[in-house]
Nanobody
């Protein structure tokens, strides 16, 4: 079983940047997708970005396109989410997730079977 641990969250001013990391441990780090989701207070968890295991394909929700970049480092078993030009609507707990089997999709909770504990990102205006 893979375990995922997020880090890199914190408090940042609007317009600033943060880089989240998701370190995987356990069995061999492999699967179909690695994704980032977020949950703001009082809202449902929503998809942010995903990267195919091979690293050759990424997909972002519209609200973060051009501002966020997902990437992975095979040697470190780590996935990153670089977040630039942050605004108050990006405030949320950010979760890393792994899809060890292919469900046919890549942007819903049900497409991922292993989750990290989350890291808080707070953007002050």
């Amino acid at each position: 079983q893979v375990q995922l641990v997020e880090s890199g969250g914190g408090l940042v001013q609007a317009g600033g940047s943060l880089k989240l990391s998701c370190a995987a441990s356990g069995r061999t780090f492999s699967g179909y997708f690695m994704g980032w989701f977020r949950q703001a207070p009082g809202k449902e968890r929503e998809f942010v970005a995903t990267i195919r295991w091979s690293g050759d394909w990424t997909y972002y929700t519209d609200s973060v396109k051009g501002r966020f970049t997902i990437s992975r480092d095979y040697a470190k078993n780590t996935v990153y989410l670089q977040m630039n030009n942050l605004n108050s609507e990006d405030t949320a707990v950010y979760y890393c997730a792994s899809a060890s089997r292919y469900t046919g999709g890549y942007y819903t909770d049900h497409d991922y079977d292993v989750w990290g504990q989350g890291t808080q990102v707070t953007v002050s205006s």
